[in-house]
């Protein structure tokens, strides 16, 4: 082999590899509007762009959000069922140069410290896209003060009790 | 002492001095207390904001208060009825109005007892204060018109039955198809049939009221349209209360 | 006359339940209204005291329509109905009290313990109703009936949960009240020995009817009706002619069979038989007297 079918054989290998390489791209972000220090309870939203950076059309697109706490010691995925209703978006084509722009509305359910990353597939694509990161820190909420409802929730109940054998024993 | 007095103070007794009246109060707390208790203990529910916990909790005294009214209005008539006390009242030279009158008074009594035995968890559950005094204002002003209400209907319902536990039943099933709308989600009450039960529904009028006043902070005065609402429905029961009285036994 | 029912028409639902009662009760007398089960007696009583409306007839309490004077009615009526309830948890003095203040009266306790002392419930005047026992219920009833010193009482079954002595008490309490304070009183009852001691006059009641209204005595001759005993006698009978009033039917044995007029006082008859020499040893009660009239009235009318 000469040396120029060698680097033409290895041009159209790289070639054809970027041609196959995934073309999307997923940015993620939080939005403005979110509050600075959230709590329990409080509602984040994200933000999304998949551009097709590619030549081609990308067909069958499906991008998720996924949810990581990375608390020390608490690692874990975390099940989204309480947290989001809005946990997958697809598209049919998405064409050469075009995004698809999506909002990942969030209640903070439980404390601690968590990670969100969107990834991205398609039906032809070999790899999976993923987002960055975007991590943040959901504070303990002040509950109902258990202090202040458990002698009331105990205690009228006993007093009513109370009186009420104090009037059986009168009669 | 003149009779109606006379009477609302027995029928007052009949509640607060006899076992079976403080049984129903137990009832109440127990019912309150639960949902204190899940406020603390239940995740879900502790992620509430204080102002949806006192909204919540208004709701859920008007309901048992409801729920009360019924019960002790059935006893008031059929109840007594079955019990051979009313007769002999019925024979006094005190009028049937002011005997009804007496129990209207008894009922009210006994609405102001299930208040009372609200106010401390009131307190306990709204902790941050948001609209607090509003809301127990509220519950007395609009919630005392849907709970006599309902009161009145159960008196007028054990006045034309024959049994008191068809009369029970009876305002039962009355009860709970008002407050059917409540356990539809919210889709449910926005579509035309929602829309148009909510719009003669002595609870949701309550409701839409507190809501107002507790989470949106808006002014008690700004809520007259549903204390209208409320006054009309207590007319309406409190006029088939005096007038199935009057037939009563005839 | 205190109470006066005349051809007393009440319907229920569209269905006749009287068709033609016919009553009078005058003061200091107590008059015993008798009927089998379903006859009409507490429909009669109800459309009476203005509990139930009267689809035809006529009803004057003391003077008085029911319809259309209930109060006037009411301040001078005490009743005592079968179904006698209380509110439990009150004690028999703050019961009475309650009810003396319905009828716009203000008893002092001293006053309140008196009643309850005539009536045997001094000793549990502070105890809560619930504490009671029947009888002493049925008494506190009748305190409460009494309460407003009525000029007419209705009694329905009044002696029901009493113990002999407490029946005797009551009875005792009814005459005199009739016979003493002029106060008339109906007596709706069951028990026949009740009626024969107490009332001067009867009225039975079948599916709705009056059948027999008057005196025990003038029903039972009417109907026909003597009152028949058998007499042991230990010896023979000596030949003297018997008063006209005491019928000797026959003799057999020991036993002799005597029919007494309606009328005639048992208890004088044998008296007037034991002077003239009869050796009476045993009296029987064979028939007559208002049972049999009762059951052969309520019978014919059931044919």
């Known amino acids: 082999m000469t040396l120029r079918t060698f680097l033409l054989s290895i041009a159209l290998f790289v070639a054809s590899a970027s041609a196959w390489a995934e073309p999307l791209s997923v940015n993620l972000s939080a939005t403005p509007g979110n509050p600075a220090s959230p709590q329990m309870g409080d509602h984040l939203n994200f933000h999304t762009i998949i551009r097709n950076d590619g030549p081609t059309p990308v067909d069958g697109l499906i991008a998720w959000i996924s949810l990581v706490q990375i608390d020390k010691g608490k690692e874990q995925p975390v099940d989204l069922e309480d947290w989001s209703a809005h946990k997958a978006v697809t598209a049919p084509q998405l064409a050469p140069g075009t995004s698809l722009e999506t909002d990942w509305p969030m209640r903070l359910i439980q404390a601690g410290t968590y990670r969100v990353v969107v990834s991205a597939v398609s039906r032809n694509g070999p790899n999976l896209t993923p987002s960055t990161f975007v991590d943040f820190k959901v504070r303990q909420k002040p509950v109902v003060e258990s202090q202040r409802v458990l002698p009331v929730a105990v205690g009228i109940p006993i007093v009513l009790c109370g009186l009420m054998l104090w009037r059986r024993r009168r009669s | 002492m003149n009779a109606i007095v006379l009477i609302a103070r027995k029928e007052g007794g009949d509640l607060l001095l006899s076992l079976r009246g403080l049984g129903w109060l137990l009832t109440m707390a127990v019912v309150l207390s639960v949902f204190g208790l899940l406020l603390v203990g239940n995740t879900e529910l502790s992620l509430l904001d204080n102002a949806q916990v006192v909204y919540d909790m208004g709701g859920i005294v008007t309901a048992l208060g409801a729920l009360l009214a019924v019960v002790v209005g059935t006893d008031s008539v059929a109840g007594e009825r079955e019990r051979g006390t009313l007769v002999p009242l019925l024979l006094t030279p005190t009028s049937r109005t002011s005997i009804l009158l007496g129990k209207l008074g008894g009922q009210a009594i006994a609405w102001a007892a299930m208040y009372v035995l609200a106010l401390p968890y009131f307190w306990a559950v709204g902790s941050t204060g948001q609209n607090l005094i509003d809301g127990a204002i509220s519950v007395a002003l609009l919630g005392s018109p849907v709970v006599l209400g309902f009161g009145f209907l159960a008196m007028g319902i054990g006045a034309r039955l024959s049994s008191a536990r068809s009369s029970l039943l009876t305002s039962l099933i009355f009860l709970l198809l008002s407050a059917s709308p409540l356990l539809l989600g919210p889709s449910l009450r926005q579509s035309s049939v929602g829309r148009a039960f909510d719009a003669v529904n002595p609870f949701s009028g309550a409701l839409n009221a507190y809501d107002a006043v507790i989470i949106d902070s808006q002014t008690i005065v700004a809520q007259f349209p549903h204390f209208a609402f409320t006054l009309v429905w207590l007319g309406l029961t409190l006029s088939f209360a005096v007038y199935s009285l009057n037939r009563v036994f005839k | ?303």
């Open chain 3, 1 to 303: 006359m205190i109470l006066e029912i005349e051809h007393l028409k009440v319907s229920r639902g569209g269905v006749p339940i009287l068709h033609d009662v016919n009553l009078s009760l005058g003061e200091g007398e107590i008059y015993g209204l008798l009927g089998p089960n379903g006859a009409g007696k507490s429909t009669t009583i109800a459309a009476a005291i203005g509990l139930l409306d009267r689809a035809g007839g006529d009803v004057r309490v003391m003077g008085k329509d029911p319809r259309t004077e209930p109060k006037a009615i009411h301040a001078k009526l005490g009743v005592l109905p079968e179904q006698n309830g209380f509110y439990d948890w009150m004690t028999a003095t703050d019961y009475l009290s309650f009810f003396a203040a319905l009828y716009d009266l203000h008893p002092r306790e001293r006053d309140l313990r008196v009643r309850l002392a005539a009536l045997g419930l001094e000793a549990s005047q502070r105890q809560p109703i619930g504490t009671f026992s029947r009888g002493m219920r049925q008494r506190l009833g009748l305190a409460r009936a009494l309460i407003a010193d009525p000029k007419l009482l209705i009694l329905d079954e009044p002696t029901n949960g009493l113990d002999p002595r407490g029946r005797r008490e009551m009875h005792d309490i009814l005459i005199d009240l009739s016979d003493n304070h002029g106060v008339g009183v109906l007596l709706c009852t069951h028990l026949l020995d009740d009626v024969e001691r107490l009332c001067k006059r009867v009225g039975v009641i079948v599916e709705g009817r009056t059948v027999a209204e008057g005196s025990i005595a003038d029903l039972a001759r009417s109907y026909d009706r003597l009152a028949r005993f058998r007499v042991h006698l230990s010896g023979t009978v000596p030949q003297v002619e018997v008063p006209p009033s005491i019928n000797v039917i026959s003799h057999n044995g020991d036993w002799c069979t005597v029919d007494l007029s309606p009328e005639t006082d048992p208890q004088t008859a044998w008296r007037e038989l034991l002077f003239m020499g009869w050796p009476i040893t045993e009296i029987q009660h064979e028939s007559g007297g208002i049972e049999d009239l009762y059951l052969s009235l309520t019978e014919a009318k059931a044919a």
